[in-house]
């Protein structure tokens, strides 16, 4: 290496300067580790972009783990009820940081057309998301985009340290596993849905009308 | 098994010889009876001990503001819940269907576990998302809600995007996960 006149930096082939943050964020973005959470028809087309086809491994995220404690990349795919959901957040509170979560289709983004009593509408409404993949269920083509958007948000996001993903509570938690709170002890006061039954007086059981 | 199921008649008249005369109607050949919730026990006992070996299914219908019934429904006009018991004969291959109707405040049936082990499960259900409750079961718990949900949402009178309790989660936030 040398400096020429001109006070450029001059370089031998086959060589690359970058910062070591890139290159711990360009590691990262390219050994993605999906844990499937699949429930529902989402979860095929998951498959199927995982199979020869359309080849996850393209992109360096083919290695589907069924433990959260090997995966950074959880994919919820598929509608999440009610029963599920404190299932979804104990998992991902197992996966290990750096992690990202994709909601795939709309009945995780949203709940899709199943606007009822059980199910959760819009995982986002309780766990992080990072990306949100649309269609009823996304092709596997929309996912591989949401992928390959992800990793561009992973590229600008992190250090080489990693310190950002690195809290000392978050790391006691995840050591000692906390469970979550019952997750049904009815709170008016963080319900909004619930405070305006009780104010309209339509809470009370069942009877003739 | 035939499409259509034989003929129930010598069944009816063993029921009429002892309960009396039953509302009962044919609908594609299959043959319903209408059974007050007082002696249902007992009928379903006789039904059992006449070769009735088999309980297909128990389900449950709210008739809340419902339109005005059939002819031959007319039985359930002025109640609220319908019992459907299905029942089969695996030597025979008759079948026939039990209908009970129970109503509010405390809609209450005797249970038929001890006469079929099958209805441990379907009579949970019915309870988990009807309310009704099933006098004499072993095990009445909730089947396929949480067991901490205090509704029965397949009520007509629950509304069906239930009463929040399913947006009554703690929320994980990036930071704290």
């Not at chain 1, 020869?52 to 080849?55: E, L, Y």
């Not at chain 2, 070769?51 to 309980?55: A, E």
């Given at each position: 290496m040398a400096v020429s006149d001109a006070g450029k930096l001059q370089l031998p082939e086959n060589v690359v300067v970058s910062r070591l943050d890139s290159l711990a964020n360009w590691c990262r973005k390219n050994s993605l580790w999906p844990m499937p959470f699949a429930t529902a028809c989402c979860g095929i087309e998951l498959m199927a972009t995982g199979a020869?086809?359309?080849?996850l491994s393209r992109f360096g995220?083919?290695?589907?783990?069924?433990?959260p404690r090997q995966c950074d990349l959880m994919i919820v795919a598929g509608r999440v009820v009610m029963k599920m959901l404190p299932v979804l957040q104990r998992i991902w509170l197992q996966m290990h940081e750096p992690k990202w979560c994709i909601s795939m289709g709309a009945c995780a983004s949203t709940g899709g057309v199943f606007?009822?009593?059980?199910?959760?509408?819009?995982?986002d409404r309780f766990i992080p998301v990072d990306m949100y993949v649309p269609g009823c269920p996304p092709r596997p083509e929309q996912l591989i985009q949401a992928i390959i958007d992800l990793q561009d948000k992973i590229q600008r996001e992190g250090t080489i340290t990693g310190r950002e993903f690195e809290t000392a509570g978050r790391q006691a938690r995840k050591r000692a596993l906390v469970e979550i709170a019952?997750?049904?002890?009815?709170?008016?006061?963080?319900?909004p849905v619930l405070q305006r039954e009780l104010a309209a007086g339509s809470g009370s059981p069942a009877g003739r009308s | 098994m035939p499409s259509t199921p034989p003929p129930v008649d010598d069944v009816l008249a063993a029921l009429a010889e002892q309960f009396g005369d039953l509302p009962s109607s044919v609908f594609r050949g299959q043959t319903r009876v209408v059974v007050p919730e007082s002696s249902s026990h007992e009928v379903l006992s006789l039904l059992k001990e006449r070769?009735?070996?088999?309980?297909v299914d128990i389900s449950c219908v709210d008739y809340l503001d419902?339109?005005?019934?059939p002819m031959e429904m007319?039985?359930?006009?002025?109640?609220?819940y319908g019992l459907v018991y299905l029942l089969a004969s695996t030597v025979t291959n008759q079948r026939l269907t039990i209908r009970v109707f129970v109503d509010d405040p405390e809609p209450t049936v005797q249970s038929v576990v001890s006469l079929w082990k099958a209805a441990n499960w379907l009579e949970r259900e019915v309870w988990d998302l009807f309310g009704i409750c099933f006098a004499g079961h072993p095990d009445l718990r909730r089947l396929?809600?949480?067991?901490?949900?205090?509704?029965?949402?397949?009520?007509?009178?629950?509304p069906l995007q239930g009463r929040g309790e399913r947006h009554n989660f703690p929320v994980i936030t990036r930071h704290e996960s």
């Open positions: 020869s086809k359309h080849d995220a083919e290695v589907f783990r069924f433990s606007d009822t009593y059980a199910v959760v509408q819009g995982i019952d997750p049904l002890s009815i709170d008016a006061s963080r319900n | 070769g009735f070996d088999l309980l419902y339109r005005e019934p007319a039985a359930c006009a002025g109640h609220r396929v809600m949480p067991e901490e949900f205090t509704a029965h949402p397949l009520r007509k009178d629950y």
